[in-house]
């Protein structure tokens, strides 16, 4: 669940008060975009109307807790699942519309750029994909 660091195994860490923190901070960034979270819908109300793209440039420690707290995904479970590139590009879409949305990741950690240009495209320098 949502507060998965009260778990015994997490017993002693900052991992708790990280989390939260991520979450508060990308909350506030997102609601400045006009995307208020509703952490018990696990969905955002959309002012609506939005039609920006932002950047966010974050190491993989941020962007796999930032991740996890936009997608309502408890970071455990994504920090296991999903993995990130040294210079993958991630897109996540939030709908335009006003009212209730969810936002959708259309790619993680894509390395089209990388290929496009001729560079090595193994994965953390280590997997061939």
């Known amino acids: 669940g949502r507060r998965w660091y009260e778990h015994p195994a997490f017993a002693g860490t900052k991992l708790g008060e990280g989390i939260e923190r991520v979450q508060r901070e990308a909350d506030e960034w997102l609601a400045g975009f006009g995307y208020r979270h509703d952490l018990e819908k696990n969905m955002y109300y959309s002012e ?4 920006k793209r932002v950047a966010l440039f974050a190491h993989h420690g941020v962007s796999c807790a930032f ?3 936009v997608l309502d995904i408890p970071f455990p479970q994504y920090a ?13 879409y939030f709908p335009e519309e006003r009212g209730w949305v ?19 495209t193994l994965y953390n320098y280590e997997v061939r994909v």
Do not use: E, K, T, W
């Open 80 to 92: 296991i699942h999903f993995d990130l590139q040294h210079s993958g590009m991630s897109v996540i």
């Open 102 to 120: 969810i936002p959708r990741a259309l790619q993680i950690s894509n390395d089209a750029h990388l290929y496009r240009a001729g560079l090595p």
């Open 48 to 51: 609506g109307g939005n039609a």
């Open 67 to 69: 991740f996890s707290c």
